[in-house]
């Protein structure tokens, strides 16, 4: 049972990372950008690419290589972001959601084959594996890179809540994602919060598939798209645009997943993910903290 809700947990703050993201600009101007996966993969070769060009990193200077690199990642990841908005999203500010919608899906493809035209469709060893002693806590089989990527994780997404709560373009946001008009009249410079969102997402994407790259050993171009749809799977859990919604998502997500995957079997976790998504859009499609918004006509 200890096994099961470490396990949970691990791979819940990966989602709820990536979910961030999803809840984030979803809250601002209401777009599901399904391109956002995709920032995930980017940010794993992003790291793939910086890594290799060094060389041989010995053991002893792995952990510092990796969060110079995560750290470097995150800001290339998050530009690429803001690019895509200013491309692709921006110009169809105002269009029915539809075309922005299928403009995001068509964003997806680009950075799936594009990253595969330049990298080649076959996967990639990531160079540099996090391999540490295992510790039993309470019965559970913990390693000790499970516990530096997990300390990430919390710091990032602790730090992200506080950004948002007590600093004035978290107080924009906030302000744009209950009243885009009010606070444009009010004197908030709106593409400059929309803009900032997109980077703190997208960042946040980026230092998760360099973290994923580091544990699991391996990337490929299409590694953005299961875990994107988890990822938004645990936005919709938590209710979609709320910030603390989507960590609890990502946990609740991990968790479900990991008992799931010990009742039914491995073979039936993507099922049993996406009928937990099914059921929640259906009997609860405001999630857990979301709230029951009224459009204005």
């Known amino acids: 049972m200890t096994q099961l809700v470490w396990n949970g947990l691990f791979v819940g703050s990966f989602y709820a990372l990536i979910a961030l993201g999803y809840s984030m600009v979803y809250g601002i101007i209401k777009l599901l950008n399904f391109a956002h ?3 995930y993969m980017l940010g794993a070769f992003i790291g793939y690419a910086m890594l290799s060009s060094v060389g041989i990193i010995p053991a002893s200077m792995s952990i510092t290589a990796l969060l110079i690199v995560l750290l470097l990642t995150m800001i290339i990841s998050g530009g690429i972001g803001v690019g895509i908005e200013r491309l692709a999203y921006r110009p169809l500010r105002g269009s029915p959601r539809l075309a922005v919608l299928i403009t995001a899906v068509g964003a997806s493809f680009t950075l799936e084959y594009g990253v595969s035209a330049i990298a080649g469709p076959n996967p990639r060893v990531f160079p540099v594996r996090l391999q540490g002693q295992t510790f039993d806590v309470l019965g559970a089989r913990v390693s000790a890179p499970q516990i530096v990527l ?6 990032l997404m602790l730090s992200l809540n506080s950004y948002i709560q007590r600093t004035s373009m978290g107080r924009a946001m906030r302000a744009i994602a209950l009243d885009p008009k009010g606070s444009l009249l009010m004197g908030i410079n709106v593409n400059k919060v929309i803009t900032w969102t997109f980077f703190i997402g997208s960042a946040l994407a980026g230092a998760a598939g360099v973290m994923a790259g580091a544990y699991y050993g391996k990337i490929d171009f299409l590694m953005g798209f299961i875990i994107g749809l988890k990822a938004f799977t645990a936005a ?5 645009g709320n910030i603390k919604g989507a ?3 990502g946990l609740l997500l991990g968790l479900l997943e990991a008992f799931g995957s010990q009742w039914l079997g491995g073979e039936w976790r993507d099922v049993f993910t996406f009928a937990v998504l099914i059921a929640f859009l259906t009997l609860k499609p405001t999630g857990l903290l979301g709230e029951r918004v009224t459009e204005r006509v």
């Open 236 to 240: 919709v859990i938590g209710g979609i």
């Open 150 to 155: 997990m300390v990430i994780a919390v710091l």
């Open 37 to 39: 996966g995709d920032l």
């Open 247 to 249: 960590m609890l998502g």
